[in-house]
């Protein structure tokens, strides 16, 4: 940041409380599950068929193109078959249907591992194997990050969670604090980094103490980061402790960053030799009755958490049903999608109308956007289909956090168009691209 | 259930732009409240009721010319009346303008500030020109003559301090300036605009408690308003210092004239204005450079009107100038920033090279004659001119030879005017001619009869000039004038 640019982050009021201080309701055992045959954009290969019996922790599919990703039963019964439909970031995808006997059988998916006592590389293959993924939101296999850990000065475990209304990563740790120091500390092992640190928002003090206490004794600090959005990114995030930025990825910057639930699930395999069965969810939004925090198997459709957290307001008629929080969540048209290992919330809002004026060139979306971008701008050179001009202001950057719609005093779709830019911007090169093999 | 479809985001800031709108046009009204009182209390009510209906014409020309735009255009007129914000450039027009203006030039020219000011660009978000601006330069080149003459000669007989600076071609002497913003109650008058003056522009704290409310609300952005006040501030400072003018210099410029109401009011309005930070800093570079090139070198009494009107034609440059990625970039956006800003500057800082400081009403160089003659006082000098209530202020300084005052005294009924013009180096009365006579027709008038005034031409300080008979009080408020203008010019 400096006088040149806008603060680039900005206060977003989170809307926690209303989850925050709730139990989390663990009874959710539903009769089906629906595992995602997908992981990015990667379909994944099923290994067993229909009639096989599973148990908790079997494995039943797994990635395996250029990166590897295992992917185990969260529930116990029988394999049903496979079914395609919409997934939680609006692809179409099969699902593996897991009929639940509801008898929670397991099987130790790993041997208890030592990883204070193993070789680097057996860290790294053990991570591998677990399945390990980026349980933030992106779902990326963790071990990959960790290839080839060079000059690392800092690892980062990302306890921000700066999405509003979403407080899942809050009640796992709170939960799990003693699996959070495990994971990390493997994490950090890993890395090889110089130092390690925890990233977490300053106000939630309850668990900044708590997280002391635990880590105490550990080379791992600490570190409180503003309540901004999106602080929990990891250029902003990265930026916030160590000043630096990067072109493509952290590492570029000495820094390797894992959220906090990846390492919580990381822990759980170490000490209980069980992979990511489980999500914590958060449910909320001001169109349900009792918003609160609900452990779900992997594969639970949205519609069954909803009706268990006690359905919707009276009176609701028309709601935005969001995967994730409201500012980078998608907003589904639909109940049947189902949670996935990545997905850490669902939020309800009731569909209000919005007064949408004319753009006034204000220019708070370029002051606040993260990527330093000029929404307003891209948004301009869209509507004139100007490519030349869209390249120039490196539309690509955008992540979509959704700052520029938030920010807009004129209520406008700011992100969408943006995402329209980046779309057209996509077509032309493909059709370019095209030509020149023909 | 219905589950709707939106692109995320689905969460928003409370702001809003109608919300914008209505904090900007809160501080306008406050303002026009603040004159309305000030010049009801200082002119009369009737010139105080005058500032209210000048308001009210300009915002019925506003909702009157939009309404009738959107319904000829088949839109719903209420929407988007209420969405296109006219009724703004209504509110500081009223406020850019004089009050001498005549209500139908207001009219006209707010009308015509919307249609080809706003309208005919696409309407609200897509005009190039502030269209408030556009219709006080309409007012300016169009209707100077369209003025209601008892509110000129009620409340502009004398000059604002633009017009007293600009005679005095926009750089005096230290000493000089501190006359002039003497005569116009020092800073604290400035300060609080106890002179006549655009009807807006004059009450500098009012407009910056408005800017500091604005911006607590975050309606508006600071980058481009501190700059500009900063780059004036050092710009007439650097120029002042060089010059002689002092420190004060630079005071006046930022506080008198459009200055502050422009940069809170119309360089902010950020249609017109680039989008990104180091495009407003540009942008407020650009503006405070011209709007004192424009001081020192156009004869328009102040720079910020045409100074905002010129750098808008540029925002799209500019916009253009410091696009792409604000992080990646910012090097080169920096170096694009400073670079810019210098060349602006230095190109200002020549033509402010350029002026010629005006000495403090330069004492006539006495010869060894008039010395004996000025060693005994006589005929006027001695003469006693309280009861006439004498006023005089330096109109133009410019001519080497001439010094004009303009100069008001008490006669017999109401208060006379004139302008009076000596030779500098003799110390003599070259000329002077009524501006306004209120006395009684048919009687008074005898002493401002032309071979009346010729008695006076050539006449010292010493000299004495019998009073016409029959208009013995005329006469006396003429020789009071004459005698407080040539006391004024040898320095007493």
Known sequence: MSILTGPMNHHLEGHKDLTKHENVLKTIDPDKVYIPLMNGNAPCKPLVSIGDEVKVGTKIAERNDHFYLPVFSPVSGTVTGTEKFMTSSMSQAEHLVITNDHKHEKVRAFEPFDYEKAEWQEVLDFVKNAGMLGLGGAGFPTYVKYLNPQNVELFIVNAVECEPYLTAD?????????????????????SKAAKGCVAIKEDKTEQIAALQKTFAGTPIEIRTVPDLYPMGWERTLVYQLTKKRYDKLPIEAGCILNNASTAIALGNAIENGMPITHKYVTVSGDALNHPQNVLVPVGTKASEIIDAVGGYKEGTEDVLLIAGGPMMGKTIPNDKFVIAAPNNGLTVLINRPKDEVKCLRCGRCTETCPSGLQPVRIQMSNAIFDEEELMKLSLMDCIECGMCTWICPSKIDVTENVRRAKNFVRTRMASRAKEAKK | MKFSYKPSPNYRNTQTTTGIMLDLSMCLVAIVIFSAIYYGVAYGPALGLRVILMTLVSLAASFGTEALYFKMRGYDVKKEVMHSYGWVTGLILTLITRLDVSYYALFIATAVAIIIGKLVFGGFGQNIFN??????????????????????????????????????????????????IDGFGGFGG????SYPSVIGGSCALLILLCGAFLLWRKDIDWHLSVTYLITIFCLSLVVGLIKGAGFNYAVFNVISGGVLFGTVFMMTDPVTTPITIPGRMVFAVGCAALTLILRWKSNLPDGVLFSILLMNMVTPAIDKLVDGNQIKNQV???????????????????????LDPVEASAKPAPSADTQTDTSEPAGMALEDFSANNVACRVWSNTDTAALVYHCQAKGYEGTNEATITLNKDEGTVTSIEVTA?????????????????ARYEGATINSSIDATSGATFTSSSLRAMAAKALNMAAGN
């Open chain 1, 170 to 190: 809050y009640k796992n740790i709170e939960e799990n604090i003693d699996l959070l120091k495990t994971g990390t500390l493997a994490l950090f092992k890993l």
């Open chain 2, 131 to 180: 269209p408030a601006a556009f219709g006080e330069a309409l007012i300016m080149n169009s209707f100077s003559a369209s003025k209601a003459a008892s509110v000129t000669a009620d409340v502009f007989s004398g000059a604002t301090p633009m017009a007293a600076v600009n005679s005095q071609g926009w750089m005096l002497s230290g000493s000089a300036l501190g006359n002039l």
């Open chain 2, 190 to 193: 400035l300060l609080l605009g």
């Open chain 2, 332 to 354: 080169q956006i920096r170096r694009k920033v400073i670079i810019t800003s210098a060349v602006v500057l230095l190109a200002a800082f020549g033509v402010g090279m350029t």
């Open chain 2, 437 to 453: 006579f209120k006395d009684t027709a048919g009687v008074g008038d005898k002493a401002t009869a032309a071979e009346e005034l």
